[in-house]
């Protein structure tokens, strides 16, 4: 890695604190020289500088020709700050009168279950990518492209989306009787699926509070709409008939207000936030529509191919729950004959593996990772097309959102 990389990495992060970059160096290594524990006078400032140095060597890979040797960097670090920050005041948001549900509604919040935050690092991203320099004043002689009041708000919407997310985990887990999620039991095998679904519940009304707080009528119909997908979503999968249990638009509908309504309107709350027209909000809708359906395509294959370890859940828990994915439907194009299979409903173990061994003969598998990648380049496509920035924050964030979704085509878990 280079120092010139390193540097920059440090100029990006003290941009978003509000700070010139000289400052923000020598706060940094000041706190190191002075203290035992350096973490103790400038936390913020030093996590920041430590997370730069451990960047993971990731190169990207762009399309349509263009240059591969790209800069090394982890999207995940560019905001490792603010992730951390999001992660406490989560932690906080979800403190209820009631002990019990407070312990229930911060389950998935706790130290070490939280995951790596994929939502919130998108949508912390898009905001960076969308922001155009804005001067500051002429004695600090540098250029702050992120307003504070701006990205607060923005930070905001992540919390928002998260509470969402899992508000959505924890109610989807006590309708399919799931007993593990993110490697460890459910919270409705731990606690009980009535105090699972008041926990969920709690957590969407605090995403309602906060999602008031931004007074903006727009962004809270955008995200009021993703609630209703959600559960117009849900009840797509439970209630289904034979012909839609086969279709792949159907499944592709249902897909995208399960997993991608979330992540692209509120990729498109970023931007609203940030007074964008109505075409880049577009674009980043695009993004976030087209990644989320990756993600979710990916998840159908890793459901087939993944480890209940790797995967936080299950293995083939969908098709063991009657749910036909994209694998099965694309095994079903070259084998007719699986239909009536999947016509019994996956009740007998026998028909389980009668379908396994449909799709281990078929491109299945190959077909829906194809897909994947048809709507990972669409997600990159939207964000070649913002307007153009000489910004080099701007330039690294957009990178960031291209390196995710690269990312999100080659993972395991």
């Not at 992060?13 to 002075?34: D, M, N, P, V, Y």
């Not at 190169?59 to 240059?67: K, V």
């Not at 294959?301 to 439907?329: C, E, N, Y």
């Not at 593996?353 to 048809?374: C, F, P, Q, V």
Request: net charge negative.
């Amino acid at each position: 890695m280079s120092w010139t990389w390193v540097l920059r990495n440090v100029s990006f992060r003290a941009r978003i604190h509000g700070r010139s970059q000289e400052k923000f160096f020598s706060t940094a290594l000041r706190g190191t020289r002075l203290s035992g524990n350096p973490a103790a006078k400038h936390p913020k400032a030093l996590g920041c500088f430590w997370a730069v140095q451990s960047l993971h060597d990731i190169r990207y890979q762009f399309h349509h020709g263009r240059s591969s040797e790209k800069e090394q960097l982890d999207p995940f670090s560019l905001v490792a700050d603010e992730l951390s920050l999001l992660a406490n005041r989560l932690r906080s948001m979800v403190v209820a009168e009631v002990p019990k549900l407070a312990s229930a509604a911060e389950y998935f919040f706790k130290m070490g279950v939280e995951g790596k935050r994929f939502r919130p690092t998108v949508l912390l991203l898009m905001a960076s990518a969308l922001n155009m320099p804005i001067s500051q004043s002429a004695a600090d002689g540098v250029f702050d492209s992120l307003s504070k009041d701006l990205r607060s708000r923005q930070q905001s919407i992540a919390e928002i989306t998260e509470m969402i997310h899992v508000a959505s985990l924890l109610h989807d887990d006590v309708l399919d009787d799931a007993e593990t999620r993110r490697g460890i039991g459910s919270l409705n095998f731990v606690m009980g699926n009535k105090l699972a679904v008041l926990a969920g519940d709690f957590l969407l009304s605090r995403a309602c509070v906060a999602l008031a707080s931004l007074k903006n009528t727009e962004v809270v119909a955008l995200l009021a709409t993703v609630v209703e997908h959600l559960v117009t979503g849900e009840t797509m999968q439970m209630s289904t008939t034979s012909e839609q249990r086969c279709s792949m638009e159907y499944y592709l509908q249902k897909t995208y207000y399960k997993t991608a309504s979330l992540i692209s309107n509120s990729c498109k709350a970023i931007a609203l936030l940030a007074g964008q027209t109505a075409e880049v909000s577009i674009l980043a809708y695009n993004y976030g529509r087209n990644l989320g359906l990756a993600y979710q395509l990916i998840d159908d294959v890793l459901d087939f191919t993944g480890t209940s370890s790797s995967l936080g859940k299950g293995s083939l828990s969908d098709i063991r729950h009657g749910i036909v994915t994209a694998p099965i439907l694309f095994a079903m194009e070259e084998y007719p004959q699986l239909r009536e299979v999947v016509d019994r409903g996956f009740d007998d173990p026998a028909d389980v593996d009668a379908a396994l061994d449909y799709l281990g003969k078929s491109r299945g598998i190959e077909r829906t990772r194809e897909l994947a990648a048809e709507h990972a380049n669409h997600a990159i496509e939207a964000i070649d097309a913002l307007p153009e920035s000489d910004d080099e924050d701007v330039q690294i964030s957009r990178r960031a959102l291209v390196d995710l979704t690269q990312r999100v085509l080659t993972r395991s878990k």
